[in-house]
Structures are given as C-alpha cells and as structure tokens.
C-alpha cells in the first residue's frame, strides 16, 4: 500500500499564476517531508522541507503547508514561471526507522505555460 | 566536491547479463540508498546502507545486490539481468545530523 500519495499525475498552470501541488500520507510516524524537482535525464534536486513540528515553511516563491491532522501536506509556488515546468516528488521519512529512507510518491508533472 | 556520482550513465545489457552500478559520494556521508525509478512509479527504495560494511533491504530489492566495502562507495549488482529491470536508477547519500539529501544523476539501464 502507498504510504505517500500524490493523486493528480499533472497539472497544468499559467505563467505568473499559483501552482499548487498536493501529496497525502497514510503513516503516522513520518516526521519529515520533502519536496524535489526533477528535470528529463537529472537526478531529483532538493526544493524545500518541512519538519512535523511546523505547520509552514517558506523559502522564496515556494511554501510548504502541513495538516497533520489530515495526513496532507502541500507545494504552493507562486508566482509560477515556466522554468518551474518539470516533475515535482513529494517525500517523507520516519526518524525510528532504520536509515531512515526517503519514500517517495509517484509525482507530478507540472507545466506552467507563457 | 562532486558530490554524488554514478557509473555508468546508460548500459544496455542482454537478458541473462550481469553488471553492476557504482555510486560515489565524497561528502562522507554514513547512509547511502539505491532507487530505481519507472514511469508513473516515482521512487521506489531497493536496499540501503547505513555505514561502511552495512546492508539492508528496501521495497523492492529482489533480484539485486549490493556492497559497501569503502564508506565512500556503494555498488548495486544484478547477477542475471531481466528486462524487469529496464529502469532508470539513482543513487542518493546524507550524513547521520542533517537532514539533507543528494542524489546522483541516475543511470539508465535498458535489458533487452
């Protein structure tokens, strides 16, 4: 069973608008999320992060929101521009589990058109 | 400081061919993980390790193997190549305080 869970495959936004990209997760025992871009032929790049202990992080045109009640967290970027345009993972780790590993939703393919 | 490296970065192999993938990281850092990633399946973790000499399974680890014989290097074998396992894979460390990951830019593999 997917214990994170990114539902919308794609998503498509208008330059200068909001893209907001959603990921849900079923265990409790994560305490750390993380979003990473990643473009055709890269490795994935760290975006940004949040700790369960917060609620809201910002760094620049991206925010991260956590409901823990909800088990959802999401990626707000605003102003989009088309360079954001690429596959966007949602991740969470556990720090009680053994090297705590990064699990990774399926993605979301974001295209912000001019 | 280069980071996360991988070798090779494309291979076509045979069904039935063995190889294995090597990843480097000069940060050094205690964990090392490998993923392989298909379409519509994000990341998914095959083994990992958590130190120099250390191993451990992750979610989809059959048909692999893996060493970690130096701290800086962890390889990823497959001893009989099936075209299941066409995938493109990457390799990512962090250190034990931060929090922070690196992934590597991933090799593709195509087993016909």
């Keep these: 069973d997917q214990q994170v869970k990114q539902n919308s495959p794609s998503l498509s936004v208008q330059e200068g608008r909001i893209s ?3 990921c849900d997760y ?5 305490d750390y999320f993380l979003w990473y871009k990643k473009y055709p032929a890269e490795g994935p790049t760290f975006l940004i992060s949040i700790s369960s202990i917060k609620d809201k992080n910002e760094d620049g045109r ?3 929101f956590l409901n823990k009640s909800a088990k959802h967290l999401s990626l707000h970027i605003v102003p989009s521009q088309p360079g954001d345009s690429a596959v966007y993972f949602c991740a969470a780790s556990a720090k009680g589990q053994a090297g705590t590993a990064l699990i990774f939703g399926k993605g979301t393919t974001l295209s912000v058109s001019s | 400081n280069a980071g996360v490296t991988q070798t090779p970065k494309f291979r076509v192999l045979k069904t039935g061919q063995s190889m294995t993938l090597l990843c480097a990281q000069d940060m050094n850092h205690e964990y090392m993980y490998w993923y392989r990633q298909d379409p519509g399946m994000g990341l998914r973790l095959i083994h990992y ?10 979610e989809v680890p059959d048909g692999y193997n893996v060493s970690r014989l130096k701290k800086q290097n962890f390889l990823l074998g497959l001893e009989s190549a099936a075209p299941s396992q066409t995938s493109v894979y990457f390799c990512a460390s962090r250190g034990t305080a931060g929090s922070e990951w690196y992934f590597g830019p991933g090799t593709r593999l195509t087993v016909t």
């Design chain 1, 20 to 22: 907001i990209l959603n």
């Design chain 1, 62 to 64: 991206f925010t991260v």
């Design chain 1, 26 to 30: 079923t265990n409790s025992m994560f």
């Design chain 2, 49 to 58: 390790s958590v130190g120099e000499g250390t191993t451990a399974k992750g």
